[in-house]
T-cell receptor, first 115, second 112 residues
Framework: GAVVSQHPSWVICKSGTSVKIECRSL??????MFWYRQFPKQSLMLMAT?????????EQGVEKDKFLINHASLTLSTLTVTSAHPEDSSFYIC???????????FGAGSRLTVL | LAKTTQPISMDSYEGQEVNITCSHNNIATNDYITWYQQFPSQGPRFIIQGYKTKVTNEVASLFIPADRKSSTLSLPRVSLSDTAVYYC?????????????FGQGTILTVHP
């Protein structure tokens, strides 16, 4: 089946630094990928839609200058959390939909802890 | 995007059948109903999808009444490893399909 790989699976950083999370579709090409965020004991919240070759679209309340998304190829989308603060600590999950499928394939997630 | 409502939590015992019902009163004609399973610190994993009537695969069954305003995920003979959060989602499978609204999900706890 379709596989989406995320890296790193967990990361700890100091407040004020930037962290990049990679999301790769290993066996399908994705013109669109989606980034979700999940706080402890809460559901997934859509942050943004990553579009290959064009700007990402962000959900209301998500700062585009803080959460930089780049989708430079059909198999790679990256999320960079800039100037991270402790409140950005969360579980970030990306997902994509293989062509012709009505089912999303999620990455394993990346847990960010900002000290 | 259709909103879904599920029970917040359910408890069961090993070997029992578990049925989780999801309400989606505003489901659109083109919407599919999809269930995902999520373990702690992992991304959601696809379980089953349907449009109408009944769908069965190797892990679950999905029952959808004629009006499609609800659906029931049935897990036969659950084991401890089925303890997870289960999400019901509806979407049309179009290019915006990943732009889904996750509800609270149902925390299923399976006891020995």
């Amino acid at each position: 089946g379709a596989v989406v790989s995320q890296h790193p699976s967990w990361v700890i950083c100091k407040s004020g630094t930037s962290v990049k999370i990679e999301c790769r579709s290993l066996d399908f090409q994705a013109t669109t990928m989606f980034w979700y965020r999940q706080f402890p004991k809460q559901s997934l919240m859509l942050m943004a839609t990553s579009n290959e070759g064009s700007k990402a679209t962000y959900e209301q309340g998500v700062e585009k200058d803080k959460f930089l998304i780049n989708h430079a190829s059909l198999t790679l989308s990256t999320l960079t959390v800039t100037s991270a603060h402790p409140e950005d600590s969360s579980f970030y999950i990306c997902t994509g939909r293989p062509p012709g499928a009505n089912v999303l394939t999620f990455g394993a997630g990346s847990r960010l802890t900002v000290l | 995007l259709a909103k879904t409502t599920q029970p917040i939590s359910m408890d069961s015992y090993e070997g029992q059948e578990v049925n989780i019902t999801c309400s989606h009163n505003n489901i659109a004609t083109n919407d599919y109903i999809t269930w995902y399973q999520q373990f702690p610190s992992q991304g959601p994993r696809f379980i089953i999808q349907g449009y109408k009537t009944k769908v069965t695969n190797e892990v679950a069954s999905l029952f959808i009444p004629a009006d499609r305003k609800s659906s029931t995920l049935s897990l036969p003979r659950v084991s401890l490893s089925d303890t997870a959060v289960y999400y019901c989602l509806v979407g049309d499978g179009g290019t915006s399909y990943g732009k889904l609204t996750f509800g609270q999900g149902t925390i299923l706890t399976v006891h020995p």
